[in-house]
């Protein structure tokens, strides 16, 4: 196997701007879906497809940026800034979360079990997310 003459950010790039391509199929693959089908569950699920690849496409192209032309940076002010506020909504994730579990033992319908698994996963995510954002904050402030 050749060796590439790509240095390792071109080759990120390059494989995130393929990926953005792939997104951008997918969006325009389920916005066909939900024009051909009546069905209100694959309009649905195609839609949450949807709308996840359009997220998948903006923060891939915030790591091109990153890579690229711009600087990630995260000051202690402008954490501080809202942080009152991100404690708040790590509040509401643990809530829906909570609420997620109470659900689970009371749906027995197959449809309903299975959305209410993506929604559970997906507020796990957020809570994830939040997680992530407590260690840069620990980073910042590593005596708080």
Do not use: C
């Amino acid at each position: 196997m050749a060796k590439s003459t790509q240095s390792p950010i071109d080759q990120a790039v390059a494989l995130l701007q393929r990926w953005q391509e792939v997104e951008n199929a997918g969006v325009a693959q389920t916005t066909q879906i939900i024009s051909k089908t009546q069905n209100p569950l694959v309009k649905l699920l195609m839609e949450i497809i949807r709308h996840d690849s359009i997220m998948h496409h903006r923060v891939q192209q915030f790591m091109i940026e990153s890579m690229t032309t711009k600087t990630i940076t995260l000051t202690p002010e402008e954490l501080a800034e809202v942080w009152t506020l991100i404690e708040e909504h790590i509040r509401l994730e643990k809530e829906t979360i909570g609420l997620g579990d109470e659900l689970k033992k009371v749906t027995k319908l197959f449809v309903q079990s299975e959305l209410l698994a993506y929604l559970y996963a997906d507020e796990s995510k957020h809570d994830m997310l939040l997680e992530r954002l407590e260690q840069f904050k620990r980073k910042l402030y590593p005596y708080a």
